[in-house]
């Protein structure tokens, strides 16, 4: 259940027993303040559908405080690539994506490497990730639960 679709879980419970019972899960902690988290969505949405082997997840940090302070969550979009429980890396802010105009292919090929989507579907991905990995996003939005 949940896989092609880009599901918002609001609990820190359902949160901890998805991560740990699926094989592949990705889980974007975002604010729903913050511009670049309304991006990222954008781009996990079309991910989501296109690669129903892994669940998608987004999770408003202040829903979950305890997983904020556990995760050390400090930079906003923060997506984690779980797999089998195991967070893999860690996606800040835009870091290694091309700022806020990055392609969805450029995420997609980052979360293969991390091993939460099977392999690239045909050259397209492939050609799309190379033409737009830039480096870093100039500026990360901070997010603090105070």
């Known amino acids: 259940?949940?896989?092609?679709?880009?599901?918002?879980?609001?609990?820190?419970?359902?949160?901890?027993?998805?991560t740990t019972s699926t094989d592949r899960c990705v889980v974007h902690f975002f604010h729903k303040d913050f511009a670049r988290c309304s991006i990222m969505h954008r781009h996990l949405e079309q991910l989501a559908?296109?690669?129903?082997?892994?669940?998608?997840?987004?999770?408003?940090?202040?829903?979950?405080?305890?997983?904020?302070?556990?995760?050390?969550?400090?930079?906003?979009p923060c997506v984690i690539p779980f797999v089998k429980g195991i967070g893999k890396t860690r996606i800040l802010g835009f870091e290694g994506l091309g700022g806020d105009a990055f392609r969805t292919g450029t995420l997609e090929l980052v979360l293969q490497r991390a091993g939460v989507l099977q392999g690239l579907r045909g050259d397209a991905a492939l050609e799309e990730g190379k033409r737009s990995i830039m480096g870093y996003a100039e500026r990360e939005e901070e997010y603090d639960s105070d």
Do not use: N, S, W
Request: charged share 35%; net charge negative; no cysteine.
């Open 49 to 76: 559908r296109k690669h129903i082997e892994t669940r998608f997840l987004k999770v408003d940090v202040e829903q979950v405080p305890f997983l904020v302070t556990r995760l050390e969550i400090r930079v906003l």
């Open 1 to 18: 259940a949940g896989h092609g679709t880009y599901v918002e879980i609001m609990d820190e419970k359902a949160v901890l027993d998805v």
